[in-house]
């Protein structure tokens, strides 16, 4: 199996894990058990009080219930406000990070080249993550203050505790986290090549015991420079000497020929 074909498989684990997450972050908005509490004052009538991010909620052991908005937001508290902007953002990033998925994935053959296309999956990555952080800081912050109003003695107002919406809630996160953390990995080692960023090497010196002399390899440009100490200088100058010497020597003795005696000396 090639691996083009491995991270395809990846990035639809990826976005299964991620759009799967993004339906529990979305189903945790129309649910009212964020925070419930039951109050029984006799043992055959029970109120069970849960709210959410819009309404409060009230029941009975009859089955009767009744749900209420929250009647102005001006006289909300920041706490809620910023709970609401966050869920609302983390539904939008995870829609668009779904739409981007769907273009740049390798299955889906929508983007142009292989390279835009997995710039695409990059950004829809960190679309998703952009949303699984989002989720879990609402999750997060409204459970702890759950928590921190239920064992808090001066509190004297109803305590919740949590509800089945924040588990849910930190669930959907935790897969949306994991899965583009996962996608954001492998589509960022094809968007950003290794190649792009390394800097060419220069190639090797190498120098030769006759001549002294430094050589480079083919595609460089700058000549190294090779110091040799005196006693090496004195050594190399005496040898070449006696090698010009040598040369001179035999050039003569080959344009030098033997004089014959003439006839009448012999006789």
Known sequence: ???????MYVEIGCFLSCLCGWILICSTLVTEYWCFSEVSSVVLTTGNYYSNLW???VSDTTGVSDCKYY??????SVFLHVCRALAVVSVIFGFWGAVLALIGMKCTKIGGSELANARVTFAAALTFMACGFCGMIVYSWWGDKVRSDFVDPYYLETKFELGAALFV???????????????CYFSGKESFPKRLNEQ???PPTYMTARTRQTYMLP???RPTTFIIPPSHQSYSESRENRGRRGTQESQFLRTVRPIKPPIDSIV
């Not at 199996?1 to 991270?7: D, F, I, N, P, S």
Request: net charge positive; proline share 5%.
């Open 1 to 7: 199996m090639r691996q083009g074909t491995v991270v």
């Open 55 to 57: 309404m409060d909620c």
């Open 71 to 76: 009647p102005s937001m001006m006289d909300l």
């Open 169 to 183: 809630g930190w669930g959907g996160s935790c897969l949306v986290i994991c899965g583009s953390a996962v996608m």
């Open 200 to 202: 060419p090497k220069r």
């Open 219 to 221: 595609g460089s440009s």
